[in-house]
């Protein structure tokens, strides 16, 4: 588990832009074009030494179209954030001013009784620190002005988030704790889908090796396991395992708890029921896992309650409503007749094993040179992109970054295109693959 922080204040003061910031330096490569940003809203960092996780509650909404006002919304997402976090940095908009929902958002963050630091934001320069910040004094909190945009104080905001997290006294797990506990797995969706009968289905419980119960909270027990001589872990399994089902049916969904585990584990299981099909909220589910480039599978679950002669009609409105998700592999299982349950473990490690593919500049150069040539990127506005090379920046999912002219020439269709090469190229058929394209001056020594 890591210390986990969250980001908080109303719309525009900021927050996306501080989350890219503090994140970004120890990414190799920048997503900093707009349109091909991919708004993530939970991340790992690290300063120094100390690692955290920081929550974007500025991302959280993706249902509009949800009865609700619009500072409704809000404070749904704050209290989420809230409860799954130990520290809250409230980011409030030093141009403007205090307004009246910034102080309803303190009141509330107040409640929780949780540290929170307050960042007084687009206080652009030193001198305009004194009067950006002066009415935000009454607000009670430890105060810092920052400049997401101009970068003034950031290293002591990255030195103060790092302080705040060790202060939480959540130490995160060592390498080698990590290391045995094999490949991690989540199991995530809807509450009766089936994910506890799949996790007893899995593991046997005379090979359980540790049942963790340091976590203090109900959702950190991880369960290790053995199986044909691999070792497994399921996250956050708490609730999945032993369960009252009144309960687990109130349960609110929390999309926050679930990108916690779900970045937790190395792979992803998302559980669907095969008679309600994709749901509105498997649908959110999904939206999000796409977005944080989870690797993950899904499992259509309880097929012996579909008749054999519905079973292809099934898999078809399956395969229709997973479109948006084309490279993610669908199992088809029961945890009753145990059907497809045996391939779950093997293609986890499939899965895993795709998102730690490297590839070298030198051959993804040679390659995607003869492909950009075949079919280049279409004129847009009377200009055509330039390709100068390109590299992969990171592992896990891996991510390729292009170096072009002018990023803003590149249409999505093309992008996709490129994806496509990539994974044929690769062999990278499950895996979440990330394409960026930064815009960039010719170098004079050109890298072939
Ligand atoms: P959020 O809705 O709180 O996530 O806010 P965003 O991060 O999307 O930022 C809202 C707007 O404020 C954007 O247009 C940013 O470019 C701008 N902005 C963010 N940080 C700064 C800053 O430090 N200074 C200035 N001048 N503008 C900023
Ligand atoms: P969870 O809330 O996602 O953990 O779901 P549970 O594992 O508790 O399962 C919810 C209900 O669905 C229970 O009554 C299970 O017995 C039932 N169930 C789970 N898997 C299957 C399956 O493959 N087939 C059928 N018919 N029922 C299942």
């Not at 963050?109 to 934001?121: A, E, F, G, H, T």
Request: hydrophobic share 40%; with cysteine.
């Amino acid at each position: 588990m890591l210390p986990t922080l969250a980001l908080l204040g109303r719309p525009n003061v900021g927050k996306s832009t501080l989350f890219n910031r503090l994140l970004r330096k120890n990414r190799a490569i920048t997503h900093d074009m707009p349109g091909v940003t991919r708004d993530r809203i939970y991340e790992e960092g690290r300063f120094n030494d100390v690692r955290y996780a920081l929550v974007d509650t500025g991302g959280l909404v993706v249902d509009s179209s949800e009865e609700s006002g619009f500072e409704e919304h809000i404070f749904d997402q704050a209290r989420e954030a809230v409860e799954e976090s130990q520290v809250i940095l409230l980011v409030v908009d030093g141009r403007e001013g205090l307004t009246p929902l910034d102080e309803q958002v303190s009141a509330f963050v107040r409640q929780s009784n949780k540290p929170v630091l307050l960042l007084v934001n687009k206080v652009d320069g030193e001198e305009l620190e004194a009067a950006a910040t002066s009415e935000f004094h009454a607000l009670g909190f430890e105060i810092l002005p920052v400049s997401a945009e101009h970068g003034y104080n950031l290293a002591e905001l990255r030195q103060k988030v790092a302080d705040l997290a060790q202060e939480t006294g959540i130490v995160p797990e060592s390498e080698e704790d990590l290391a045995a506990k094999g490949l991690m797995l989540a199991m995530l969706g809807r509450p009766n889908a089936g994910k506890s009968s799949m996790v007893n289905a899995l593991v046997r419980e005379d090979r359980v090796i540790v049942s963790d119960l340091a976590g203090t909270t109900r959702d950190c027990v991880d369960v290790t396991f053995e199986e044909k001589g691999e070792r497994y872990t399921f996250v956050d399994t708490a609730g999945v395992r032993r369960k009252s089902h009144i309960t687990d049916s109130l349960e609110r969904f929390s999309v926050l708890r679930a990108l916690k585990s779900s970045k937790k584990a190395d792979v992803t299981v998302m559980v669907v029921d095969a008679i309600h099909g994709i749901t509105r909220q498997d649908k959110r589910l999904l939206d999000f896992l796409l977005k944080e480039s989870t690797p993950f599978i899904v499992a259509v679950n309880k097929v012996d309650l579909v008749p054999s002669d519905e079973m292809k009609a099934l898999k078809d409105g399956f395969a229709r409503a997973l479109r948006i998700a084309p490279h993610v592999p669908v199992i088809y299982t029961s945890t009753i007749t145990k059907a497809g349950l045996g391939g779950l473990l093997p293609l986890a490690r499939k899965l895993k094993k795709e998102c730690s593919i490297r590839t070298t500049t030198g051959q993804l150069n040679r390659v995607m040179k003869t492909v950009i040539e075949r079919q280049q990127p279409p004129v847009v506005k009377r200009r055509r992109a330039k390709f100068y090379y390109l590299t992969q920046s990171d592992d896990e999912p891996p991510t390729f970054v292009f170096f072009v002219n002018d990023a803003t020439l590149i249409k999505d269709s093309y992008k996709r295109f490129l994806e496509n090469r990539l994974r044929k190229m690769f062999n990278i058929k499950m895996a979440p693959v990330e394409v960026v394209f930064r815009s960039t001056h010719k170098k004079k020594n050109k890298k072939k």
